[in-house]
């Protein structure tokens, strides 16, 4: 039994965002149903709609930085009833028995994650639609409670942008006086800016963009680095305790080890491949200094931070568009022109 509604999304890797209608199940015991009110857009929606990392499956509709509104809930549920907030970030499901599943960690889920959108439905045994439409039912482990403080519509980046940045700031134990630095700054690199700058750090970041330097201060950098600028490079050298990478792209990450302190570590959230050009392992070993990476955040951690936003009054900087601006906004992401998250109105879509 399932319920038609509408929604947005595309039929291929080439071709542009358009209206469509897809199926949502009806509530089943443990299941919450959301009236979606705003959805935010990530890089990944555009690297999923368009194919980019392979394995995307269509028609795909993306969007997994959800905020609504309560609208149903199964026999079961205990979390939430009809007419509370709620949002849903990048998963919707797991297998709740591994041992990472039982530590709170189910984007490492060894049985596989279901992705909000693109990941294998364990429902319907189809593909997974995400948040560019009217409605969407979850499991309720797998929703979150909103803090009523906050701008609706601001939250909606918190439930990925926020969580990817976050979870490294967490697990990298960063506090008062931790030296942390950002490379990037668009939706993740934000969030991490104003994260990094709550939890009390010293807040670098790295930017190609010279005409972001007041912004980033006015987010909570202290200080900004032009990082295709070698004396600037150069003037922060074995600094920084942690580096978050969101740049989505290849790009050379030499320059940015040699910026690392002793037993630093450079975090990569962004780009997925082959690193280019190849690294140089010298400073790495006579420095002890590691690269890593990072996925989004487990539930319990993201409720954390929805928490912890809502006490220090943190959320996004967005711009508010419509469904139907949606390719514009793409191409937009493309020139790293948006400050810097776009979020669409959902109310847009019945229209
Ligand atoms: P975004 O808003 O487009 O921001 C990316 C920023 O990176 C840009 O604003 C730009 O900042 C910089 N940049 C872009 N292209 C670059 C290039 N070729 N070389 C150097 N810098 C470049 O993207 P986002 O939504 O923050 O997402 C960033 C990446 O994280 C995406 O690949 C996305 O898929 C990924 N992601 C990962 C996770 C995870 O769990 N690990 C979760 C969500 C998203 P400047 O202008 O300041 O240089
Ligand atoms: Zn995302």
Known sequence: MSTNVKAFGTEAADADLQPMNIDRRDVTPQDVEIEILYCGVCHSDLHTARNDWGGSKYPSVPGHEIVGRVTKVGSEVTKFKAGDLAAVGCMVDSCKTCDNCKQDLEQFCLNGFTGTYNGKDRHSGGHTFGGYSEKVVVDQHFVLKVPENLDLAAVAPILCAGITTWSPLRHWKVKE????????????????????????????????????????????????IISTDAGQMNSVRGKFDLIIDTVPYVHDLNPYIQTLHTSGTLVLVGFLGNLEPML????????????????????????????????????????????????????????????YRFVIDMQSLKN
Do not use: W
Not at 202 to 224: H, I, Q, Y
Not at 286 to 309: M, N, P, V, Y
Not at 313 to 335: F, G, H, P, T
């Open 177 to 224: 006086g931790s030296k942390v630095a950002v490379i990037g700054l668009g939706g993740l690199g934000h969030m991490a800016l104003k994260l990094a700058h709550a939890l009390g750090a010293e807040v670098t970041l790295f930017s190609r963009s010279a005409g972001k330097t007041e912004e980033a201060k006015s987010l909570g950098a202290d200080n900004v």
């Open 280 to 339: 140089n392992t010298a400073p790495l070993i006579l420095g002890r200094k590691s690269i890593a990476g990072s996925l989004i955040g487990g539930i319990a951690e993201t409720q954390e931070l929805l928490d912890f936003c809502g006490q220090h009054n943190i959320v996004s900087e967005i711009e508010l568009i419509k469904m139907q601006d949606i390719n514009q906004a793409y191409e937009r992401m493309l020139k790293s022109d948006v400050r």
